[in-house]
Nanobody
Framework: QIQLVESGGGSVQAGRSLRLSCAAS????????MGWFRQAPGKEREGVAG?????????????YYADSVKDRFTISRDNAKNTVYLQMNSLKPEDTAMYYC??????????????????????WGRGTQVTVSS
């Protein structure tokens, strides 16, 4: 059983930055897939960023980004804290949404499409709100 708790959301002006955190407990994130998804009012949930965390520290993690956030957002992890982060820079009003953290353990072969597909069964946090004003 894993528990995911998101934090770091808030209200900011366009162009500013926020860093979201997803603290996991009950299971280690190492060797598993972790992703960030978001859902705005009236819209379907969409994938934002994902990371397949290598259990072997000599192997580089694999990251995935939605085209709309690539080069603005960065996903990272701290295995010692069992936490995944989403650094969000150059925020836009279109980024306003509830952001959710998700975990997929013993994931099969990962592709960008699967990584960012919100329909894939995963464990979910309760979300943290991000509001970007113009």
């Amino acid at each position: 059983q894993i528990q995911l708790v998101e934090s770091g959301g808030g209200s900011v002006q366009a162009g500013r930055s926020l860093r979201l955190s997803c603290a996991a407990s009950g299971r280690t994130v190492s060797g598993n897939y972790m992703g960030w998804f978001r859902q705005a009012p009236g819209k379907e949930r969409e994938g934002v960023a994902g990371i397949y965390i290598a259990s072997d520290t000599t192997i580089r993690d694999t990251t995935y980004y939605a085209d709309s956030v690539k080069d603005r957002f960065t996903i990272s992890r701290d295995n010692a804290k069992n936490t995944v982060y989403l650094q969000m820079n150059s925020l836009k009003p279109e980024d306003t949404a509830m952001y959710y953290c998700a975990a997929e353990f013993r994931a099969p072969f990962m592709t960008k499409m699967r990584a960012l597909d919100p329909r894939v069964p995963r464990d979910w946090g309760r979300g943290t709100q991000v509001t970007v004003s113009s």
